[in-house]
T-cell receptor, first 114, second 114 residues
């Protein structure tokens, strides 16, 4: 089955350091890709999305992601981590022909160390 | 208005109770979703409604009964639940046309079955 994989269930970074959260998809046909953030006991908020218009996508709160077809990746980055970035991050995908069915990765919990 | 509103925020119910979760959006979205999220897990799709008609049921037990009375409202009726049904229940909405349109999530209902 087609899927999306997030490497690293927990990532710790120091405040001010680079944030890198990894996401790989499994399909020969580029899907539609999303990054969502979830704070404790909250719903999911969209950070950014890739829909083939541009390979480098900028989102909210200083996050961006680059779509790399050759690597089937869509990693999320932020140049400088802030304490408020501590949350759970989910990569998600909609595959062509998959209607509106969103498949989520297993999530990465980001810890920011003061 | 980009909000999806879910009520109640918290619900505790016994295994013989009947309760309902409610979801409302006023973004003109004609696709609405119910997801179930267990602790430390990604959201799992339960149901999809498109133009007020059930289009996807992910083999959800019949003790969960969805209803879409109009284009702005989505309900999830609960009856004879089990303790393992305790979870965060998330509602989402999106446009129907155009794959790659993101889903907007509500804040969720934290359900505890006792």
């Amino acid at each position: 089955a087609q899927s999306v994989t997030q490497l690293g269930s927990h990532v710790s970074v120091s405040e001010g350091a680079l944030v890198l959260l990894r996401c790989n998809y499994s399909s020969s046909v580029p899907p539609y890709l999303f990054w969502y953030v979830q704070y404790p006991n909250q719903g999911l908020q969209l950070l950014l999305k890739y829909t083939s218009a541009a390979t480098l996508v900028k989102g909210i709160n200083g996050f961006e992601a680059e779509f790399k077809k050759s690597e089937t990746s869509f990693h999320l980055t932020k140049p400088s981590a802030h304490m408020s970035d501590a949350a759970e991050y989910f990569c998600a995908v909609i595959y062509s022909g998959g209607y509106q069915k969103v498949t989520f990765g297993t999530g990465t919990k980001l810890q920011v160390i003061p | 208005d980009t909000e999806v509103t879910q009520t109640p925020k918290h619900l505790v119910m016994g295994m013989t109770n009947k309760k309902s979760l409610k979801c409302e959006q006023h973004m003109g979205h004609r696709a609405m979703y119910w997801y179930k999220q267990k602790a430390k897990k990604p959201p799992e799709l339960m149901f999809v409604y498109s133009y007020e008609k059930l289009s996807i049921n992910e083999s959800v037990p019949s003790r969960f009964s969805p209803e879409c009375p109009n284009s702005s409202l989505l309900n999830l009726h609960l009856h004879a639940l089990q303790p393992e049904d305790s979870a965060l229940y998330l509602c989402a909405s999106s446009q129907v046309r155009g794959q790659g349109t993101e889903a907007f999530f509500g804040q969720g209902t934290r359900l505890t079955v006792v």
